[in-house]
């Protein structure tokens, strides 16, 4: 077994002045999270951490806390009862600190012991998968010896039919594919060759080791010379395709991060992106009845919750809304070059049910898109889903990385489908999509999975309503609802109806809806054996493309329920979060969040929908002198009680009571720093381009994402951030940690992070000016109209709303965005399209960023 190797670093600051040090160490940090796997830190560092107030210990843990690296000193370490001495570490664990007191004549500080504990490599036993060996000859291979798929007799407009040519064609394709790449039986060996060892460096390094043979047996120069150079000529040949290997594997997983961190993880030996393994005591059989009786739970409390309260008359009323005046009756059959398109732009995901792998599907895709059609636009004309696209195989995957696996209960189902299925889908969604924007049936505050909507577009709505009533001197009260298995639970019939009766919805198309949710079946597969097939009874499928969708249009009603309250909220498919602004003493408008929240409980029960309770989340924000007369409120919200918490994550955005986003930013960095240092070990095998390819998706994505919520944000805050993006250019770069940063930045024609968060703000606000943004977004921002004919008039300023207090108004969208957008030069503000737009800003915050 090999112990895993460690850094330890002793550290003394003399007391003093600071900012230096402060300055420095952030470098040193951030350089060492980069380089190092697992670092321990100990010292003097005379810093206060006993005083929570202490201007330098704050200063000090905010930067330990954007880097990942923890402090685990808790009590006094000098006579004097302070906290000066540290032990920070970063990816390792240690436990039993203890702190011993010493004589004065030793010494007036303390000796402090503690245990590391460092991980093993243990090895575990061998594991069996069936594979095929699928090579670049595959495809021809697999053409050549595809039947003449004309011969397949069909006869329209039956279903039986269908479901015969559709069984026809998988075993059609999956008899060819067992001809030309079978199935093997393989075991898993536990120590592997490298992934990108080939023929080619199987060869050199064959001659390698004949050379070296021949050179210790004989001693004569001839050999030597040639081991020496046979050497030269195999590292460089395996670097080569080291190289190459990484990367068709970032070109491959470009548009999947998940899969694309699994895979640098395990080339940098890194476990944290390793899944980890189900224990052999659980077999597919028992994850299948948990998540079946799971399910039937969470009905028979709904139904208990039912059966004991009576729905409220404004709930009632709604129910009884009218139908819809418009119709969708039949789906239209798609184009040759349509389903290509949608097949071609779909992402290569593969899972057991498919007959034919995706990736070797579009390649051959020229030679079978005939049948595919035929299968596509029959099921759309005769209104019935295939039997064999209502079949899913469950994986079950653990919730979170830190989680037992022997415990049932921490994973939750991922269901798989097969791939032409998605297809189907897929051109379902493009014209139900359609249709529900043409006739405006979404509703204005739901986001999720929208044209122009995001999780950004939505949290930038709330955050700009919450900073704005902060402005005006008033409390908000933010609920975040939770639900329970939201997806799965949901009623067939109460769907059906809601698609008919609400969405207008009807003749062979709501047929269609109808197959695509009966009879459907699913198993789990764990450690290549099967379950036992269940029937799906309800919700719809989470792996499926319309699934989502679907959700949204069952959730219609719940906006018109929240409204009778005067409560604002915002929906982001099952996310549903309430909020309402007052000033402090008026405890009377905050009860309405409870009248509400109940109303919503009593909706949600009567549409088979459970309001998690222990997940329901509180935050009070506003001004610190207005929240403290709240300081010990306790809200009860339906069935339970409450009271605000200090911070919550809201899609993917941790939010805390000031809206200061301390939190998140930490969160992100240490996010950051973790993948930046997997990024680091792969530098030197790596193109530069290939390279950025991987900060783009690891770094940049997460320090772009909804950046616009962080505009007016504290300096030291804006720092952490810039850190990161400044580690990522020297790592990208490989850059020397002492050279300047903006010469580099600049080459790289990367935006720092202050006007990345500005690009942001003011592509959002073209967007919502051209009608590419949603209406609640267009809704903030308007036209200045002078009163009287000036040079302005018609020269595209935007109005900038009054505020009274610049710290909480002036961070707001609807007041940013305007200040921003008149600052802009003419030719900027006037751009025709987004990507003229995009580029002649870019240029515009470059020459601002770099006085270039």
């Known amino acids: 077994m090999a112990v895993n190797a460690f850094s330890l670093i002793n550290i003394y600051r003399p007391p003093g002045p600071y900012v230096e040090f402060l300055k420095e160490f952030s470098d040193f940090a951030a350089d060492l999270a980069v380089c190092s796997d697992k670092v321990i830190i100990v010292g003097d560092f005379n810093i206060h951490f006993e005083k929570v107030d202490d201007s330098l210990k704050k200063a000090f843990a905010s930067i330990l806390d954007s880097v990942g690296i923890a402090q685990n000193v808790t009590g006094p370490t000098h006579y004097c009862n302070h906290t000066l001495d540290l032990v920070l570490t970063l990816g390792v664990s240690i436990d039993n600190l203890d702190i011993l007191s010493q004589t004065s004549v030793i010494s007036d500080h303390y000796l402090i012991s503690f245990k590391l504990h460092l991980s093993h490599n243990i090895r575990t036993s061998p594991s069996y998968s069936m594979k095929r060996s699928i090579t670049p000859f595959t495809a021809q291979q697999f053409t050549d010896n595809l039947p003449d798929l004309s011969t397949i007799v069909y006869s329209p407009g039956n279903p039986a039919e269908l479901d015969k040519l559709t069984d026809c064609l ?27 060892y080939n023929d080619q460096t199987r060869t050199l390094k064959q001659l390698v080791r004949n050379f070296e043979r021949k050179w210790r047996s004989t001693k004569l ?11 030269v000529e195999y590292r460089r040949e395996i670097n080569k395709a080291r190289s190459e290997y990484l990367a068709s594997q970032i070109e491959i997983n470009k548009n999947n991060p998940r899969v694309l961190f699994s895979v640098i993880s395990k080339l940098t030996k890194n476990q944290a992106g390793t899944d980890p393994q189900i224990p052999a005591i659980h077999t597919s059989n028992a994850f299948m009845d948990y998540f079946d009786n799971k399910i039937e739970n969470i009905r028979d409390k709904i139904q208990q919750i039912n059966s004991t309260s009576c729905l409220s008359s404004g709930v009632a009323d709604i129910e009884q809304n009218p139908a819809t005046k418009v119709r969708l009756e039949v789906f239209n059959p798609l184009h040759h070059l349509e389903l290509e398109k949608i097949i071609s732009s779909s992402n290569c995901t593969t899972c057991t049910l498919d007959a034919v792998p995706t990736k070797l599907l579009k390649q051959v895709l020229p030679d079978i898109i005939k049948p595919l059609l035929t299968i596509v636009n029959s099921s759309l004309n005769l209104g019935y889903v295939p039997k064999a696209f209502k079949l899913a195989v469950i994986k079950p995957l653990i919730k979170k990385p830190n989680l037992d696996p022997s415990v049932l209960s921490n994973y939750r189902p991922i269901s798989n489908l097969p791939f032409i299925s998605k297809i189907l889908e897929k051109a379902v969604a493009q014209q139900l999509g359609s249709y529900l924007q043409r006739n405006q049936i979404y509703e204005k505050f739901q986001s999720g999975f929208r044209p122009h909507h995001s999780t950004e577009t939505a949290l930038v709505k709330i955050t700009n309503d919450l900073l704005l009533a902060a402005d005006q001197g008033c ?85 018109k329920v929240i409204r009778k309250h005067n409560v604002n909220f915002h929906c982001y498919a099952d996310d549903t979060q309430l909020f309402i602004s007052a000033k402090p003493d008026d405890k009377q408008r905050i009860k309405k969040m409870e009248d509400c929240v109940k109303d919503v409980k009593s909706w949600m029960s009567h549409n088979f929908l459970l309001l998690n309770s222990d997940k329901t989340e509180v935050l009070l924000l506003g001004p610190k002198a207005a929240g403290n007369k709240l300081s010990h409120l306790m809200l009860n919200l339906a069935d339970f009680s409450v009271t605000p918490g200090s911070t919550a994550k809201n899609l993917g955005v941790i939010i805390d009571s000031d809206l200061a986003f301390d939190k998140h930013i930490s969160n992100v960095t240490k996010t950051a720093f973790l993948h930046l240092r997997n990024i680091a070990k792969l530098r030197n095998a790596l193109s530069l381009h290939d390279a950025e390819k991987l900060v783009h998706a690891f770094i940049t994505s997460r320090l772009d994402y909804c950046n616009a919520l962080l505009s007016g944000c504290s300096s030291s805050n804006l720092n952490k951030l810039q850190l990161v993006q400044n580690a990522a250019a020297r790592v990208l770069t490989k850059t020397r940690k002492f050279d300047h940063i903006s010469p580099v930045l600049s080459a790289l024609h990367w935006l720092p992070v202050k006007f990345r968060i500005d690009y942001k703000i003011l592509l959002l606000t073209y967007k919502a000016l051209h009608g590419l943004a949603p209406e609640y977004l267009r809704d903030l921002i308007s036209y200045y109209e002078p009163p009287r004919l000036l040079r302005s008039q018609g020269a595209g300023f935007l109005v900038v709303p009054k505020i009274q207090r610049s710290s909480a108004g002036g961070r707001a969208f609807s007041y940013k965005a305007p200040q921003l957008w008149n600052n802009l030069p003419d030719n900027v503000r006037d751009s025709d399209t987004v990507s003229i737009f995009k580029s002649r800003l870019k240029t515009y915050l470059f020459s601002l960023a770099f006085g270039s």
Do not use: C
Request: charge should be positive.
């Open 221 to 231: 120069e001839v050999f030597h010379s040639a081991w020496k150079d046979s050497i």
């Open 170 to 196: 998988e075993n059609t394709f999956r008899s060819t594919l067992d001809g030309v790449a079978p199935l093997k039986h393989k075991k898993e060996r536990q120590k592997k060759l490298a992934l990108w």
């Open 475 to 559: 409390v908000s009260l933010l609920v975040l609802l939770d639900l329970s298995a939201a997806f799965d639970t949901i009623d067939h019939n109460i769907l059906l109806e809601r698609l008919e009766k609400m969405v207008g919805i009807t003749g062979t198309a709501l047929s269609w809806f109808k197959s695509y949710l009966t009879d459907r079946f699913q198993f789990v597969r764990v450690n290549n054996i099967p379950s036992n097939y269940t029937k799906v009874r309800y919700g719809v499928p989470q792996g499926s493309i319309l699934g989502p969708l679907l959700f949204t249009l069952y959730m219609l009603r719940l906006g």
